[in-house]
Each structure stands twice: as structure tokens, then as C-alpha cells.
Nanobody
Framework: QVQLVESGGGLVQPGGSLRLSCAASASIFSFNYMAWYRQALGKERELVARIFNSGNTEYKVSVKGRFTISRDSAKNTVYLQMNSLNAEDTAVYYC?????????WGQGTQVTVSS
């Protein structure tokens, strides 16, 4: 089973930035795509950004222009650079990877945006 380990969460002031990392135990090119989801308290988990094997990316509308998903194949790591953070971005962020019909999830990392 693929292991995904997130890091980089924390407390940041509104307008600030954070970079999340997701290290995979397998080559990131073995996945159909890798993605970041988030789940705020009392809400459903939602897709934030996704990067396909081809390198194409897609984003949740509310984060477009503020968040950037990228990858480092040498490190088998996917990143989520988050800029201009606001309170609505507060959530637990999860890394996700899809291989065929099988999805793997990380343990999650908390991002809190507060002054």
C-alpha cells in the first residue's frame, strides 16, 4: 500500500503563505494523479487542487491564482503553495493519490488562518 506523508501545516495570519508537502512511498508517476483535499470543521471534504500524470493541473475556483500545486519527481513529493490565505482556508489538508481505482490518503495536516 502506498504511504503518503504530509507536512507543512500550521498557524498563519490572514494574507500569509504556507507550503504543504506530500511525500509518497512510490514514484509519483505511478499514480493517475495526486491531489490535495481539505476538510473544514463540520463540512465535507473537498478537492482543492490536482496534478495529473501528464502534468496538467486543476484547482477549486476559490483558490485559483492563490494556490499552486507542483511536484518533484526526484523526491516523489507533491507540494501545495498557498498564498494570500484567509480564514476560509482553515481546514485539515489531505494528500490523495489515485492508482487505477485505488485511492490512498495521507493522515492530514492542520492549516489554521487566524490573527
Amino acid at each position: 500500500q502506498v504511504q503518503l506523508v504530509e507536512s507543512g501545516g500550521g498557524l498563519v495570519q490572514p494574507g500569509g503563505s504556507l507550503r504543504l508537502s506530500c511525500a509518497a512511498s512510490a514514484s509519483i508517476f505511478s499514480f493517475n494523479y495526486m491531489a490535495w483535499y481539505r476538510q473544514a470543521l463540520g463540512k465535507e471534504r473537498e478537492l482543492v487542487a490536482r496534478i495529473f500524470n501528464s502534468g496538467n493541473t486543476e484547482y477549486k475556483v476559490s483558490v485559483k491564482g492563490r494556490f499552486t500545486i507542483s511536484r518533484d519527481s526526484a523526491k516523489n513529493t507533491v507540494y501545495l503553495q498557498m498564498n494570500s490565505l484567509n480564514a476560509e482556508d482553515t481546514a485539515v489538508y489531505y494528500c490523495n493519490a489515485l492508482t487505477g481505482a485505488f485511492a490512498s490518503w495521507g493522515q492530514g495536516t492542520q492549516v489554521t488562518v487566524s490573527s
